[in-house]
């Protein structure tokens, strides 16, 4: 019960102080883009070129892309799959060091540091939020109608965004005591990108040994994303959905209890 209320706390500090979030995400997209004559660029080319390299790889350097569903292009495939991941790998990166690069905030009294990774999980949503829409674009340049089943790409996006916050918090908040859960996040995100199959299919793996990948909770959006766009299967329709929400739920209260435990010592060491 007590957590409980905790959570109901927050949610209405969300609420209340929206338009603060919404200031602070719009400052940290700016602080992070327009520091340079080609700030937003950039924020653009990195993804795309990396797309761009891998499909060149396997679709016509080594002319052996994996089978996609149904036959569609391997670069559609390709694209579901890696823009859900760069958004999880941007948002877990800069929300690790949410209050480390915040410092100036965490000390004033009146100020909720909890904020801090959902800002930075903002300010990483609006270049995926462009970099969706593209997709979208993409799948109609190739033939494909709209279907009532994209629409359940915001439920996916609701899931990335509960999935970070519950890291982010965990992660950011020892961050402050530990320097090297920095260095550590980004070998999980490394070696997270290619344990997940996003430009390789799950049809490699031996039956019995599937499961150990389906056991990543970005397995679980990366297929929803082709779910939504080639496969159209309803989120409810599969069997994961019950343990991604109850993974995230667990990884959600965690940080949230750490978070909590920790915060009242962020003045002192910053």
């Known amino acids: 019960m007590y957590y409980f209320n905790e959570f109901r706390q927050f949610l209405f500090h969300l609420f209340s102080n929206y338009k603060l979030i919404i200031t602070l995400t719009k400052n940290d997209f700016k602080k992070q883009y327009f520091g340079s004559y080609f700030g937003l660029f950039w924020a653009f080319a990195q993804p795309i070129v990396f797309i761009l390299v891998i499909w060149f790889v396997f679709d016509v350097g080594l002319r052996g892309s994996p089978n996609t569903d149904e036959g569609t292009p391997f670069f559609l495939w390709l694209i579901s799959g890696m823009i859900p991941w760069f958004f999880f790998a941007n948002g877990l990166n800069s929300g690790t060091n949410a209050i480390i690069s915040n410092s100036f905030l965490v000390k004033k009294v ?161």
């Open 110 to 270: 009146a100020f909720r540091t909890s904020i801090l990774p959902l800002v930075q999980i903002g300010s990483a949503l609006m270049i995926h939020l462009v970099l969706v829409t593209l997709l979208v674009l993409a799948f109609i340049l190739y033939g494909f109608h709209p279907s009532l089943y994209w629409l359940q790409v915001f439920y996916y996006l609701f899931c990335s965004v509960f999935l970070l916050l519950g890291l982010t918090w965990l992660t950011s908040s020892i961050r402050v005591f530990v320097k090297d859960i920095g260095n550590f996040i980004n070998i999980v995100i490394q070696i997270g990108f290619w344990a997940t199959p996003i430009f390789w299919s799950l049809d490699l793996v031996p039956q019995h040994y599937r499961y150990i990948i389906e056991l990543n909770p970005m397995f679980y959006i990366i297929e929803g994303f082709r779910d939504t766009f080639i496969n159209h299967i309803w989120f409810w329709e599969k069997g994961l959905t019950v343990y991604f929400l109850l993974f995230t739920s667990i990884f959600f209260v965690l940080g949230a209890i750490v978070f909590r435990k920790l915060r009242i010592h962020f003045g002192d060491v910053l």
